[in-house]
């Protein structure tokens, strides 16, 4: 288990009130707290509360991959999306890549032996 907040990169498709009807991505970026238990990275606004909801999750699974993209800077691939996060650190981007990555490693295994 891992948490600790980092600044997420926006994306997927948002409809622009000053627009009429046309789509665009968002790419702004947004501290959220992060709380990885098992394969499931949740994040929040805020540090959670007991049965908060998140407002938003990624889900590790064999297809995910994690990379660091530079200082302070990295992303998680899955086959939906790609996630990408800057740590306020060099040492804690390294460390969640790692803890990651290891959590990839172990499902991976776990899957092929099934």
Do not use: C
Not at 29 to 47: H, S
Not at 49 to 55: D, I, L, Q, R, Y
């Amino acid at each position: 288990r891992k948490s600790g907040w980092l600044t997420k990169q926006g994306g997927g498709l948002h409809q622009g009130p000053q627009s009429t009807g046309s789509v665009f991505n968002r790419r702004n970026w947004k501290k959220r707290y992060f709380v990885l238990q098992d394969t499931m990275i949740k994040y929040f606004k805020t540090p959670p509360k007991a049965g908060e909801s998140a407002v938003g999750y990624i889900n590790l699974d064999k297809e995910s991959e994690v990379y660091l993209n530079g200082a302070r800077l990295f992303s998680i691939s899955t086959k939906n999306r790609v996630y990408q996060l800057l740590a306020d650190t060099d040492e804690e981007a390294a460390d969640w890549v790692d803890v990651v990555r290891n959590i990839l490693v172990r499902s991976h295994r776990a899957s092929s032996i099934l």
